[in-house]
């Protein structure tokens, strides 16, 4: 029997076992949401930008651990998917985005809605398509998802002409991917992983740095029992945490620009460096000449360019981290020499010496009675929905108060654009997040500016039910930019008041969500436990501190040892 | 330093897009670059000069080598190898220089591949160092137009990587 291309790309994705996309509707792409119409096993979520719905797909995918879909029409709908495409491909989420394409015949005639989106995404997909031929629509697919979601995982693009969705042909058997060129490596080096363990054992201050890998390839577990069995504390990147439990002794929180201090005084001490999954990048590091200067660096992850890029590893371990730390593991529990240390890996001296840090430091700020300090509202939220919410945020101030304040304990429950910090990220990925996760609690941690770059997604959230929360940190500013500008061009505040601002509780109910504010302190606990008991969307707004400022800090191309502290 | 990298690609539409596109994002630079299919018609081999530190070159080696559409990637400055490349150059030719030009073709083992009342084409083969220097020893002369192919290159048998 023949179906048209429209029926197979469906098929394919039955196929994938994709139940949820996210799209949004244009006249080279109406075949296939006839079909859409026309079966009931994958729903379809009307986002109000398509922008919006590859963040959506980018956060399902975070908290399903399974690929992402997206679909768009050609041209414009096409464009607007470029900034959640090149964040995902940053922050290696495995999305695959559709793309309508005007019919074959018009390619390269400047015809309407044309726009070569295979050429615009090059350099920010994993892999990208044009399919011209129908034969080659159900290999291309198949070969999508399968790109998409292994090795390091990350976006691919499929643009598909019209007349191809229109085409009648025969749907080819299932069959397994096979690519001549792509195959990622997967296991470890037996020989660099006993050097790793050696080097492990030999350490005297040991640092395990964390990231986004360790999510990705579902290894927190392997990572904990790491940590514990050779006592090594642990701090995380943007993207990793969650990786290991933030309320663990053995947790230093995040590293870098806005790391704890003592997190980065660890790692600027530390003998042994054991980066798994992470990628040394800029914000993480700061001076590179003077990060972890006195380390042994141990680097397992499973994309080799990640490997000495920016900074020269010793023991490089191209692997998927869950298998290398797996094998590490095994190397502990069999070495006969670290099972007969009386005190097993203990490094008690090095792990005191941390916690002179952590007193001399701590994570904190200035509490006030009649002013809402932002890092109060992320802590009452935690306290609140004890640590289980879903958590995305949009970017600036307000994602690093919710990286530093909300101890995340749980894999896949922080979103956030770590790589190209797209403010507007936060929202959408909620509503993806809530699609894939019903039952939980699933609050966007936003900036007054952010919020508004996809404020229009309250009528996809609306439509679909979703009672997704926005906790909005509203400062009246671009506050991140506004801090910058506070530290290093003498405050003058060029284009950060946001003077002109909705009152975005009646922005709410104009949505049909509810609205709630709160602007002391004592109403702070209140409003969120009104939300969190809200079957509905609800936005809060948090009238905060105007000027607070992110702290501690490293100004941009410092070592990470020269933070401001509060 | 110099680095000759070869690269087996899939024929396929873009894919030299790709491998440009890496260089430009990434600001490595090329030297010179050249393509053509191999004995299997839907493999091509590009050949490509860079410069660039150790650490560079392993950025870049590794860079191409994650490019979904490529096949393999050899650093091959690494091993002993033959590397060519050919130019043709139109040298203006007057009575007094003719018989100059065809001395100095003859001496780079060069060939006059087109002849006209005023000028001389001369085709010449031979490593980017020896086409630079004729080139270089035509130009007072008066060279009027260069056309070079870029390098391309072999490891040597036996010295297999
Ligand atoms: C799309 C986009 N444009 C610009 C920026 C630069 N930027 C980073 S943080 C920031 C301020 C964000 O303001 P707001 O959402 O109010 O968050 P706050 O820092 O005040 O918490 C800006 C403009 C960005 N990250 N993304
Ligand atoms: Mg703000």
Known sequence: ?566 | MKHTISVLLQNKPGVLSRVTGLFSGRGFNIESLSVAPTLETDVSCLTLVTVGDNNIVEQITKQLHKLIDIIKVTDISEFEFVEREMALIRVKAEPSTRAEILRICDIFRGKVVDVSAKSYALEVTGTCDKVQAMIDILRPIGIQEIVRTGTIAMTRANKKY
């Open chain 1, 1 to 566: 029997m023949k179906i048209t291309g429209a029926q197979a790309l469906l098929k394919c994705l039955e196929e994938q076992k994709v139940e949820t996309i996210f799209g949004f509707p244009g006249g080279a792409v109406i075949d296939l949401y006839d079909e859409i119409l026309a079966q009931d096993k994958i729903t379809h979520v009307l986002v109000r930008h398509e922008q919006a719905a590859v963040h959506a797909a980018d956060a399902y995918a975070r908290v399903t651990g399974d690929v992402g879909v997206a679909l768009v029409t050609s041209g414009p709908g096409a464009t607007n998917t470029v900034t959640g495409i090149a964040s995902a491909y940053m922050d290696s989420i495995p999305i695959v985005v559709f793309t309508g394409q005007v019919p074959t015949g018009l390619i390269g005639n400047d015809a309407f809605q044309e726009v070569d989106i295979v050429g615009i995404t090059r350099p920010c997909t994993k892999h990208n398509y044009l399919v011209k031929n129908i034969n080659d629509l159900v290999p291309t697919i198949r070969e999508a998802f399968y790109i998409a979601r292994s090795g390091r995982p990350g976006p691919v693009l499929v643009d598909l002409p019209k007349d191809v969705m229109a085409t009648r042909f025969v749907f080819p058997e299932p069959q397994q991917v096979k690519m001549r060129t792509y195959r990622p490596t997967y296991e470890p080096h037996p020989g660099q992983i006993e050097k790793a363990c050696q080097a492990i054992l030999k350490a005297k201050k040991p640092v395990i740095y964390a990231g986004g890998g360790v999510i990705l390839s579902n290894a927190s577990d392997d990572l904990t029992q790491l940590a514990r069995t050779a006592d090594i504390p642990v701090t995380m990147t943007l993207m990793g945490l969650g990786g290991f439990p933030g309320t663990d002794p053995l947790s230093m929180g995040m590293l870098g620009m806005h790391g704890t201090y003592y997190a980065n005084m660890a790692v600027a001490n530390c003998d042994l460096l054991i980066a798994v999954g992470s990628r040394f990048d800029d914000r993480v590091t700061g001076r590179v000449d003077a990060f972890a200067p006195h380390a042994k660096i141990i680097h397992i992850d499973i994309d080799p360019t990640s490997i000495s890029k920016n900074v020269k590893v010793h023991i490089p371990i191209v692997a998927d981290c869950k298998h290398a730390l797996t094998a590490m593991n095994t190397w502990f529990a069999r070495s006969e020499e670290f099972n007969a240390k009386t005190e097993k890996g203990n490094h008690a001296a090095w792990l005191r010496e941390i916690n002179d840090w952590r007193v001399a430091h701590p994570l904190g700020y200035v509490d006030t009675p009649d002013v809402i300090k932002p890092q109060f509202v992320v802590q009452k939220l935690h306290e609140l929905t004890h640590g289980d919410a879903i958590i995305t945020t949009e970017v600036g101030q307000n994602q690093m108060w919710a990286a530093q304040f909300y101890h995340f304990n749980h894999p896949r429950a922080f979103m956030t654009s770590g790589g190209l910090g797209v403010m507007g990220y936060g929202f959408p990925a909620a509503i993806g997040a809530q699609m894939a996760a019903p039952d939980r609690t699933v609050i966007d941690i936003a900036g007054d500016g952010s919020i508004q770059m996809n404020i229009q997604e309250m009528a996809t959230a609306m439509q679909y039910k979703l009672p997704v929360k926005i906790a909005i940190l509203n400062n009246g500013y671009l506050g991140m930019v506004r801090q910058w500008q506070e530290l290093f061009y003498d405050k003058k505040y060029s284009a950060t008041p946001l003077d002109v601002a909705p009152d975005f509780v009646a922005l709410a109910r104009a949505y049909g969500a509810v609205g709630l504010r709160a602007t002391k302190p004592s109403e702070v606990e209140p409003v969120i436990k009104e939300a969190l008991a809200t079957k509905n969307l609800v936005v809060m707004d948090f009238v905060i501190a105007r000027e607070e400022g992110v702290y501690p800090m490293v100004p941009a191309g410092k070592a990470t040892t020269e933070m401001l502290l509060v």
